[in-house]
């Protein structure tokens, strides 16, 4: 149940990620498990566009809520940083749908 629930999340980060690479694809796939610092170095790809990686804020956005909600513990000041100017750059309704993702995404690591 919990690997659908997974891959309905990884289905809302748009149909852009099906040209991510296989490496990106497998990297998305360990940050949704929770890590920490693979968490982080996704947002940044998806904020730029690179390491094979489509360029998608409203994802990023949403990882970067993640790590503050499921790695509270460890994030620290720049973390908090990143997630207002990632998370600026968005539009309202654009902002509405990361904060969907982003709980999403922290329910289905908290069972």
């Not at 980060?13 to 920490?36: I, P, V």
Request: with cysteine; aromatic share 8%; glycine share 2%.
């Amino acid at each position: 149940m919990k690997k659908l629930f997974i891959l309905i999340t990884l289905s809302l980060f748009s149909l852009a990620s099906f040209s991510m690479t296989d490496k990106a694809q497998k990297e998305l796939e360990k940050a949704l498990k929770g890590d920490y610092q693979t968490l982080r170095n996704v947002a940044f790809a998806m904020e730029q566009g690179s390491f094979g990686h489509d360029k998608n804020l409203v994802s990023a956005c949403a990882l970067r809520r993640v790590i503050l909600f499921v790695n509270s513990d460890k994030a620290d000041d720049t973390d908090y940083a990143n997630e207002l100017i990632t998370c600026k750059n968005i539009h309202a309704t654009e902002n509405r749908q990361a904060w969907e993702i982003a709980l999403t995404i922290t329910k289905s690591l908290s069972n």
